[in-house]
């Protein structure tokens, strides 16, 4: 996973430029990433989306993540006088960790923030080796 992202502001002005996103062209999610013992976190801000507008797809080690903000429903009277929300289709996709046991990802939806914590996996966690010796006294012949 990349650390820093060099091209974030570039592709923020580009889809304020480029409008809302769609399936084919959906816009990006700002994220965070970090571990916290023994599981990765990565929570992604999606406030006014609907949990069940939410799409996370794990094929080997991609993890996707799709969400489609639609407009409020309002009356045809209605005129709009500012609209700075985003809509449309967002979409993250990370490439994760060997390391990681993606069988294992749980997803949890709470005050418009995605977070999904993934298991660190049981053959990537520290663990210690015993050394065996063969014998207190070895003589050596000469």
Request: charged share 30%.
């Amino acid at each position: 996973m990349m650390r820093t992202d060099p091209f974030r502001e570039l592709d923020r002005l580009a889809q304020h430029l480029a409008g809302p996103g769609t399936w084919s062209r959906p816009s990006a999610m700002p994220m965070d990433a970090y571990r916290d013992g023994h599981e990765y976190v990565i929570a992604f801000d999606l406030p006014g989306i609907d949990p069940q507008a939410l799409d996370i797809d794990v094929e080997r080690n991609m993890l996707t993540v799709k969400a489609e903000r639609r407009p409020l429903p309002r009356s045809e009277s209605a005129q709009t006088e500012l609209s700075e929300r985003p809509q449309g289709v967002f979409s993250r996709q990370i490439v994760l960790a060997d390391t990681l046991d993606t069988e294992r990802i749980s997803a949890d939806y709470e005050a418009g923030v995605l977070t999904l914590r993934i298991p660190i996996a049981e053959r990537a966690k520290p663990r210690k080796i015993s050394v065996r010796s063969a014998g207190a006294h070895k003589e050596l012949d000469g």
